[in-house]
């Protein structure tokens, strides 16, 4: 038997045979697993959606409860049988929900990683290796110029930036689900606990992690049609990237804008979005990262998606692993 008789890439995506079902799909189907809640990962409009109950609720609050037809919850760990596949949910370690799908079929066990990291993240569950005959991973910093630095010392700098210009207001840009939150839990973790503006975008997700457990101090909107500029000298904001572009950002005094992404190795890219302390924080595995849960994982074969996908292939080609590029369309890395 062949992987691609389990699993195989089509228009639509990831689409099992013997299953009858889609992992992430990027078309509308009648069975979708869903590895997490991210847009280009959890679309609405499919007819049935199995994910994590944490993915299922943050599909509601972003597409409204009638997202799909039905909702099937997973529990990590835990086998459930679709058609003549066994199927089980692994944490990811990219955000609140994220997992791992592994699929198992006559004797062969395929495991779609979605996105991941390994690093540690207070706001979600950590990376769980899983034992698999074909691996299936991101390649989104697939270079081995990507490295991230430490966490702590990412977050170390832009409290020394706050602490070093008082009177000017600081806002981190950071994606709406799981980077912003993380964002804000680190800066709790390094002894902030003065309030921290959110923009009007993030409060529904904000307030959901807050449900959940994960503590992110006293949160309060970033508005100043109640004040005046003045009033957030010294102030930490996280706004969503697109709020960078439009007048939002401008209202604050003398701004340090900041940006919370992988991409901010990439010095280009900050200069680009105007960036004056870029923050190296990324949701996804670094190039260290990858090739060690490949090596974790123990697979015979990899297959590499929405990336950098020809380096990572050929690592594995020079390590005696087969590999191929898999070419998936519809999955975006801009967003980190």
């Known amino acids: 038997m062949k992987a691609d008789d389990l699993l195989h890439p089509t228009r639509k995506g990831l689409y099992c045979p013997p299953g009858d079902f889609y992992i992430d799909p990027v078309g509308k189907v ?30 509601a609050i972003r597409y409204g409860e009638d997202f799909c037809e039905t909702r099937q919850v997973a529990e990590l760990g835990k086998t459930t049988t679709i ?9 990811a370690g990219h955000v609140y929900g994220s997992a791992q799908i592994a699929v198992e079929w006559k004797g062969m ?47 170390e700098k832009l409290l020394v930036s706050m ?4 009177e000017r207001a600081h806002i981190v840009g950071a994606y709406a689900l799981g980077k912003a939150q993380r ?7 390094a002894g902030y606990d003065k309030p921290i503006y959110i923009h009007g975008a ?9 449900h959940e457990g994960i503590e992110l101090g006293e949160l309060r909107p970033a508005t100043i049609e109640t004040g005046k500029k003045g009033d957030f000298a010294g102030a930490l904001i996280v706004g969503t990237p697109s709020a960078f572009a439009d007048k939002w950002a401008r209202r604050f005094p003398d701004p340090v804008a ?13 200069r680009q979005r105007g960036v004056e302390l870029p923050l190296i924080l990324s949701d996804h595995s670094d190039w260290d990262e990858l090739t060690q849960t ?27 692993v087969a590999a191929r590029p898999l070419h998936l369309v519809g999955y975006e890395d801009e967003a980190e």
């Open 163 to 166: 602490r070093r210009f008082p």
């Open 183 to 189: 964002v804000i839990r680190h800066v709790r973790e």
């Open 109 to 155: 066990r395929i495991v779609a990683s979605g996105d991941y990291k390994r690093r540690r993240d207070p706001t979600c569950a950590a990376f769980e290796p899983v034992k698999c005959d074909v691996f299936i991973t991101e390649a989104t910093f697939a270079l081995p110029v990507f490295r991230h630095p430490d966490t702590a010392a990412e977050v």
């Open 294 to 320: 490949i090596k974790d994982v123990e697979a015979e074969e990899v297959w590499v998606t929405h990336g950098r996908e020809e380096a990572l292939v050929r690592w594995c080609e020079l390590q005696g």
């Open 30 to 59: 009648d069975r979708a697993l869903v590895t997490h809640g991210h847009a280009d990962h959890a679309r609405p409009g499919n007819r049935a959606v199995m994910a994590t109950r944490e993915t299922l609720d943050i599909m």
């Open 202 to 210: 993030l409060k529904k997700l904000c307030d959901f992690y807050q």
């Open 83 to 91: 058609g003549d596949v066994t199927v089980s949910f692994h944490p």
């Open 258 to 270: 900041s940006f919370a992404s992988g991409w901010m190795r990439v010095r280009q890219r900050a």
